[in-house]
């Protein structure tokens, strides 16, 4: 077995060959997004330093920023306990990782406990999303 190989094996991808994948930032630790990779993705994530996902609604792989400009620069790869999840610990372009134009996809509260009783928006919009992709 190959040494390229028995890295990729470690991971227990699911059935249909994905990975969950969360991003997080280097420095502050704010978790930025959720995604997948499939094997192809994992590897040419190593190889080129940057995040590269797989998009499951359009079937193909995806470069972070390839649209937007707001690349992922890979500091640090992990693995869980269970070697089913894969931790990137990035570097993030513009500090823009949502495609609503906020720094996290988790800019949404649950204010159930002593708020209102819905979701609500805790974070900016930095960048009008209708500006990043054209």
Request: aromatic letters at 10%; a negative charge; proline letters at 2%.
């Amino acid at each position: 077995m190959s040494i390229k190989a028995k890295w990729l094996n470690k991971v227990k991808w699911d059935e249909y060959g994905l990975v969950p994948v969360i991003a997080q930032e280097v420095g502050s630790n704010d978790v930025l997004m959720f995604a997948w990779m499939n094997r192809d993705a994992l590897e040419r994530t190593v190889e080129s330093g940057e995040a590269v996902y797989w998009s499951r609604s359009r079937k193909k792989l995806w470069h972070k920023g390839e649209e937007s400009g707001h690349i992922q620069k890979v500091h640090e790869i992990r693995l869980d306990c269970d070697e089913d999840v894969v931790l990137l610990r990035v570097e993030q372009a513009g500090e823009i990782a949502c495609h609503t134009g906020r720094h996290s996809c988790f800019f949404q509260k649950f204010e159930g406990v002593v708020g209102d009783g819905d979701w609500n928006s805790v974070d900016p919009v930095l960048v009008d999303p209708a500006t990043i992709y054209k």
